[in-house]
Nanobody, 116 residues
Framework: VQLQASGGGLVQAGGSLRLSCLFS????????MNWYRQNPGGQREFIAA???????NYADSVQGRFIISRDDVKNTVTLQMNGLKPEDTAVYYC???????????WGQGTLVTVSS
C-alpha cells in the first residue's frame, strides 16, 4: 500500500485548506482511512476517520470544523479543514488501517501552517 498526501500550506487563522490522500496498491475498501497530525516535539494525534461504511469520526479538537470524506472510485480520502486556528499547525499524515490485519500504512505527511 502506498499513500500520497497533498494540499498542505500556509493559511491565515479562520481560513480553509483541503488535504487529499491518494491510495494505491491494494483494495481501497478493505481499509479504514484516517488523518493524524503531529506538532513539533509532540505526539502524533488522531484527527479523523472514514470507515468503509461512510461513517466519520472526529477528534473533539476538530469536530464541527473538519470534514473527512472518501471516494471509493478514485481511491482518495480528503480532509476539508475550515475555521483553522494557529493550534492546528502541524504535519498532517494520511493513514490506512487494514480491516483484516490492523496493519497501519502511513503517508509522507504534509505541513499545514496557520498564522494568527
Amino acid at each position: 500500500v502506498q499513500l500520497q498526501a497533498s494540499g498542505g500550506g500556509l493559511v491565515q487563522a479562520g481560513g480553509s485548506l483541503r488535504l487529499s490522500c491518494l491510495f494505491s496498491g491494494d483494495i481501497f475498501s478493505s481499509y479504514v482511512m484516517n488523518w493524524y497530525r503531529q506538532n513539533p516535539g509532540g505526539q502524533r494525534e488522531f484527527i479523523a476517520a472514514a470507515t468503509i461504511h461512510g461513517i466519520a469520526n472526529y477528534a473533539d479538537s476538530v469536530q464541527g470544523r473538519f470534514i473527512i470524506s472518501r471516494d471509493d472510485v478514485k481511491n482518495t480520502v480528503t480532509l476539508q479543514m475550515n475555521g483553522l486556528k494557529p493550534e492546528d499547525t502541524a504535519v498532517y499524515y494520511c493513514n490506512a488501517k487494514s480491516r483484516y490485519t490492523n496493519k497501519d500504512t502511513w503517508g509522507q505527511g504534509t505541513l499545514v501552517t496557520v498564522s494568527s
